[in-house]
């Protein structure tokens, strides 16, 4: 039997609580019951059985660009009100890379400080 993916984990220098916190309003996805701020690690889950969401706290700082960021696409709004609705949420805009025909995409980062892409 082959392995499945449990989490993608997430090193974080900042409190992993609060950066899971953002996420899960973001994909509108339930935390974990067994995480509360303070932990040294947070998990975003999915109801569907896909692969979690875990942050966890470590000390070193980030030595290079992300290798993995997320490709999000909106379901049931456009993609201005999504980019909206993520910076009310804390979000960050790092750049609009909308064409004039409307095709294209926002690079976007998430409250927290080490600059996790999406």
């Known amino acids: 039997m082959n392995p499945t993916i449990r989490h993608i984990t997430f090193d974080c220098t900042d409190d992993p609580y609060e950066l899971a916190s953002f996420w899960s309003a973001l994909l509108d996805r339930p935390m974990s019951d067994e995480d509360a701020p303070g932990d040294p690690e947070a998990l975003v889950e999915d109801p569907s059985g896909g692969p979690g969401l875990l942050f966890v706290k470590v000390e070193e700082g980030k030595a290079a660009k992300n290798r993995l960021h997320f490709d999000l696409q909106p ?6 009100e999504e980019v909206e609705r993520a910076l009310k949420l804390g979000a960050r805009q790092l750049a609009d890379r909308t064409l004039p025909d409307g095709r294209g995409w926002i690079v976007m980062a998430d409250p927290n400080t080490s600059d996790y892409q999406f």
Do not use: S
Request: charge should be positive.
């Open 75 to 80: 379901t049931g709004r456009t993609r201005a």
